[in-house]
């Protein structure tokens, strides 16, 4: 099955400042990468999502690329608010199943 | 809220009661899932259902019981569990189960304690 790992656990970025976060996968079948936000006390929220078919995809402030020979994809935060600070997770869509990365804990010091 | 209702938010329940987590969504999605979210442990798909059919059982243990009456509601019956299945237990919904593009919309999960 596919394995999803990401990078960095935990992340702490000055205000203002650009936040990325990695994640690699291992099935080439693949085609399809959601990223989610979990703030305190609720759920994943999907955020961002790109299609094996798309290098990068941008909305306002972040922006997600993908590296199909690679295998890795990234999020993207620039001028990054203490409002972004939550738990990031990346997922990989393989068949009709996800499989999410451990998570990424985002820290935006003000 | 986004659209996906989760009842209770918390829960203590000892290892012998039987209880019932409950999942509700109003937004047309045909597909619905129970994740199990561990500290520091990636999400763990537990159930699928689509079209209010179980397409997935990962190998959960006997005392996790899914139900899914209709499409728009879903329950996790639970009876004699462990303390290391204290956890969130988290329910999502999407437009198909079948469809490659779709992301899942989350509730906000059930805090679980056994003690």
């Known amino acids: 099955g596919e394995n999803v790992e990401q990078h960095p656990s935990t992340l702490s970025v000055q205000e203002g400042d650009s936040a990325v976060i990695k994640c690699t996968y291992s099935?080439?079948?693949?085609?399809?990468f959601p990223w989610y936000k979990q703030e305190l006390g609720k759920g994943p929220q999907l955020i961002i999502d790109?299609?094996?078919?798309?290098g990068e995809k941008k909305d306002q402030r972040i922006a997600v690329t993908l590296n199909k020979t690679a295998k890795h994809f990234s999020l993207h935060i620039t001028e990054t608010q203490p409002e972004d600070s939550a738990v990031y997770f990346c997922?990989?869509?393989?068949?009709?199943?996800?499989?999410f990365g451990s998570g990424t804990k985002l820290n935006v010091k003000p | 809220e986004t659209g996906v209702t989760q009842t209770p938010r918390h829960l203590v329940m000892g290892m012998t009661n039987k209880k019932s987590l409950k999942c509700e969504q109003h937004?047309?999605?045909?597909?619905m899932y129970w994740y199990k979210q561990s500290a520091k442990k990636p999400l763990e798909l537990m159930f699928v259902?689509?079209?209010?059919?179980?397409?997935e059982n990962n190998s959960v243990p006997s005392r996790f019981s899914p139900e899914c009456p209709n499409s728009s509601h879903l329950f996790l019956h639970l009876h004699t569990l462990q303390p290391e299945d204290s956890a969130l237990y988290l329910c999502?919904?999407?437009?198909?189960?079948?469809?490659?593009?779709?992301?899942?919309?989350f509730g906000s999960g059930t805090r679980l304690t056994v003690v």
């Open positions: 999502a919904s999407s437009q198909d189960a079948g469809q490659a593009y779709y992301g899942y919309t």
């Open positions: 099935d080439s079948a693949s085609n399809y």
């Open positions: 790109i299609r094996s078919n798309v």
């Open positions: 997922a990989a869509r393989d068949f009709n199943k996800f499989y």
């Open positions: 937004l047309g999605h045909n597909a």
């Open positions: 259902y689509s079209l209010e059919e179980r397409v």
